[in-house]
């Protein structure tokens, strides 16, 4: 039994009442703000005005853009499941985390002016990014830049090599992109 603070039980309406108007929700959701962390493993945290529906979700919705202007110049990366990257929030809720594929760090770690530093880390996306519980589509975003923005200080480790003796060289794999030069 459900009692208030002062120990009084909850008076019960019996029978049950029934809904004499009833509105469904038909607000979209909107982005509210959103985090890049860039460090390793590399991940985004998008956060809504409202709870999502993660199935309705698609990563290869989301570019991050260089430049907030629009300009044609700006680089962009389209996120996308075949470079790996996937939602690893696993209930509905305003806040989805993606985790940044190997592929799709590695493009953004391999352009200079894209999300090196919060000024130059922006977020677009279009309408079906994904939907809220009501199934309203989001409403879409058009460069905005990152609230909070954690920079890749991580080095990178050697993970395997090879010798070829007949060719004279040696290959290496490394944990992330590294300048060659």
């Known amino acids: 039994l459900v009692r208030d603070m002062n120990g009084n039980p909850m008076q019960l309406l019996l029978p049950a009442q029934r809904v ?6 038909t607000v979209p959701p909107s982005l509210s703000e959103w985090e890049m962390d860039m460090d ?3 991940e985004l945290r998008l956060n809504f005005t409202e709870t999502v529906d993660r199935a309705s979700f698609d990563v290869n919705q989301l570019y ?3 430049d907030g202007s629009g300009r044609a110049a700006a680089s962009v990366v389209q996120l996308s499941s075949r470079g790996m990257s996937r939602l690893v929030t696993d209930i509905d809720t305003p806040s989805l985390v993606v985790a940044l ?3 799709d760090s590695s493009l953004v770690k391999q352009l200079t002016d894209l999300c090196t530093e919060q000024d130059n880390c922006y977020l677009s996306y279009n309408s079906t990014l994904v939907k809220d519980t009501s199934y309203n589509a989001v409403n879409s975003l058009v460069a905005n830049r990152a609230r909070e923005f954690t920079a890749d200080t991580t080095p990178p480790t050697l993970e395997r090599f090879v010798v070829n003796m007949d060719a004279l060289n040696v290959t290496f794999w490394f944990s992330e992109v590294v300048n060659a030069s």
Do not use: E, I
């Open 20 to 25: 004499l108007v009833f509105t469904p929700d």
């Open 40 to 42: 390793h493993p590399a």
């Open 64 to 66: 991050l853009v260089s």
């Open 101 to 103: 594929g190997f592929n």
